[in-house]
């Protein structure tokens, strides 16, 4: 089929001759012919038409259908868009609680460590010794100590006698006989100071405080009267720590008693 633009040039080309030929040539084209070439023209017309209207039936569907895909795809887009966000605010929700939970899990491994330290032994030093002690004995006894340096001596008689109970094999023990004898000596219970006095020096003749502890004895023998056990006391001081603050201090306490 050939096309409309050819159709038309070849109708305007006889018609160019017919008009150069003139009137002897135009028993050429009778009117049978012309009506044929005519038909043909309008036919062949038609076909050229309704094949343009074909094609843009099919280009306006094409069209149509790439805008339903391109409005789809946009919606598509719109859609996953909506999505990641929401995925990323899920995401950053999720990232806090992760750090929230880290916290509060720190917070709490914290709190267990503090509360195990409370009851590890721990070394201290105290009146030339070193040895572990927990926390609590550690506090107990510096708290019994406060109050006999605050001249309570009934309240820091108390505490002293209260940790000697509780902790009984306690390293703090040889100084826990020595100021619940002073204690009691400022309480002036006698008899029981020199009782405290000598747990000390039983349970470490060695001790920092022994040469004092001694001296201490005496002292509540000649407070009880007692001058001639305050001098065995004294005199056994000097024999035993014969180097210490407390003998010299025991040979003037012996001149006085003579």
């Known amino acids: 089929m050939r096309p409309l633009a050819a159709v038309v040039r070849a109708v305007a080309a006889a018609a160019a001759l017919a008009a150069l030929v003139g009137p002897a040539s135009a028993g050429l084209f009778d009117d049978d012919e012309a009506r044929r070439a005519i038909l043909d023209l309008r036919a ?42 929401q995925l990323r605010g899920s995401n950053e929700q999720l990232q806090r609680e992760v750090a929230e939970l880290q916290r509060r899990q720190k917070d709490v491994q914290t709190g267990i460590d503090e509360r195990l330290r409370s009851f590890e032994p721990q070394k201290v030093a105290v009146d030339g010794r070193e040895f572990s002690a927990t926390p609590d004995e550690t506090r107990l006894y510096n708290d019994a100590l406060g109050l006999l340096r605050g001249g309570d001596f009934a ?5 002293f006698a209260a940790f000697q109970k509780r902790f009984p094999n306690s390293g703090y023990a040889p100084s826990v006989h020595y100021w619940l004898g002073n204690a009691q000596y400022g309480k002036r219970e006698y008899q029981a100071a ?19 502890a001694q001296l ?24 035993t720590y014969p180097k210490s603050e407390a003998a010299q201090a025991a040979r003037e306490r012996l001149a006085s008693l003579k």
């Open 155 to 159: 309240g820091a008689g108390a505490a």
């Open 44 to 85: 062949r017309i038609d076909q050229s038409q309704k094949a343009s209207e074909t094609r843009d039936a099919d280009l306006a569907e094409q069209l149509r259908q790439t805008r339903a895909g391109v409005l789809e795809l946009n919606n598509l887009i719109e859609k996953l868009r909506t999505e990641l966000a």
């Open 216 to 239: 201490a004895i005496a002292n509540c023998q000649i407070e009880l009267k007692d001058a001639k056990s305050a001098r065995r006391t004294l005199e056994e001081l000097q024999k």
């Open 194 to 212: 020199i009782a405290s006095f000598r747990s000390l020096l039983a349970a470490a003749p060695d001790h920092l405080r022994a040469p004092e």
